[in-house]
């Protein structure tokens, strides 16, 4: 059984039904694996299947710059949930929900759980359909479950890498957070978006964490990050030319700001915003990211310089607190 439910009978009826004749798919770094395999069966409709081979990291980061050039008029985009509103080409978005069972693991993460009466829960869209069995298994073990509706995002309960307003919208009430998944990116987000603890349970190999521990490390990191990016004397501010990040708008406001702390700041434009890119520009202290806030939040370190976020920008500049801002949340937009 496959770990993961990649839909090819819909698409394939899709494909039909839109007369496509040239189509991209888009996987993130995880599922790309399966994309020859997709491509050699949606081949089978008798159009043209063409893989991006560049780092997918969600739902704002579409293919969409070079679609005319090579005559794309279907975009399949796997593993995440609609974000932008309007399409540069038409595009399927495939979530690849997992079948990995969820009973065991909630039933291990009651252990953790047993001092805890409140529980938020909260998954990726890979594990949204298990919420209705996570919540009735909790239930029944006497929890009251509450699971977040902002209107901001796809589905209820659901986050992303950069969007936890499901999580914000029910804070208040509950006393710690339950996240269903694979792989502590999205966890830690949900950890790092609140002030209340979080419980890992990930269903692939059945354990559940609690990330209080790691989570206060890496806000030590960012706090250091911070204060030795107060030294720099040269800035710069990096834009992504990806079609859902791009804040070229707020890089503008972040110069001038820098400028009228005396210091220099320049922007930069970038396509992948990777340590390798940044070395290119050793007369540079510290940067700003007005792209995707968790490029460098989850390893900070893998930087020669400071990459604050825009949250982390405002707090260097004195216009919000440390304290304060770790309670909005270092990494949201």
């Known amino acids: 059984m496959k770990a993961f439910d990649f839909e090819e009978e819909r698409l394939i009826a899709e494909i039909i039904a839109r007369g496509a004749n040239r189509v991209l798919l888009q996987l993130p770094e995880g599922l790309k694996s399966e994309a020859p395999n997709l491509a050699k069966n949606i081949e089978k409709t008798g159009v043209l299947s063409i893989i991006s081979g560049d780092p997918c990291y969600g739902a704002c980061d579409l293919f969409e710059t070079e679609v005319n050039r090579f005559n794309i008029d279907l975009v399949i985009h796997f593993g995440h949930s609609k974000m932008v509103k309007n399409e540069k080409v038409s595009t399927i978005y495939v979530d690849v929900r997992s079948t990995a069972k969820i009973t065991k693991t909630i039933e291990k993460s009651l252990l953790l759980l047993k001092e805890y009466t409140k529980i938020g829960l909260v998954t990726t869209v890979q594990h949204i359909q298990t919420l209705k069995t996570v919540q009735a298994l909790l239930v029944k073990a006497g929890k009251t479950v509450f699971i977040g509706n902002s209107d901001q995002i796809h589905y209820n309960g659901q986050v992303t890498g950069c969007n936890y307003s499901n999580v914000k919208s029910i804070e208040d009430k509950v006393e710690v957070f339950l996240f269903v998944g694979g792989g502590r990116f999205h966890a830690l987000g949900v950890a790092l978006s ?20 790691q989570v206060n490390k890496l806000l030590h990191q960012h706090w250091a990050l911070i204060q030795k990016a107060k030294k720099a004397k040269n800035f710069g501010i990096l834009v992504s030319l990806k079609p859902g990040q791009e804040n070229f708008k707020n890089a503008m406001k972040i110069k001038k700001i820098i400028e009228n702390m005396g210091k220099n700041a320049v922007i930069i434009l970038l396509r992948e915003i990777v340590p390798e890119a940044l070395m290119e520009f050793p007369t540079i202290d510290a940067y700003v990211n007005t792209a995707c806030p968790r490029i460098s939040f989850d390893a900070p370190l893998k930087f020669l310089q400071p990459v604050l976020s825009i949250n982390e920008f405002k707090v260097l500049s004195g216009e919000c607190p440390w304290q304060e801002m770790i309670k909005i949340g270092l990494f949201e937009k």
């Open 194 to 213: 609140t002030i209340k603890p979080t419980i890992l349970a990930n269903p692939f190999d059945q354990k559940t964490y609690l990330l209080n521990t």
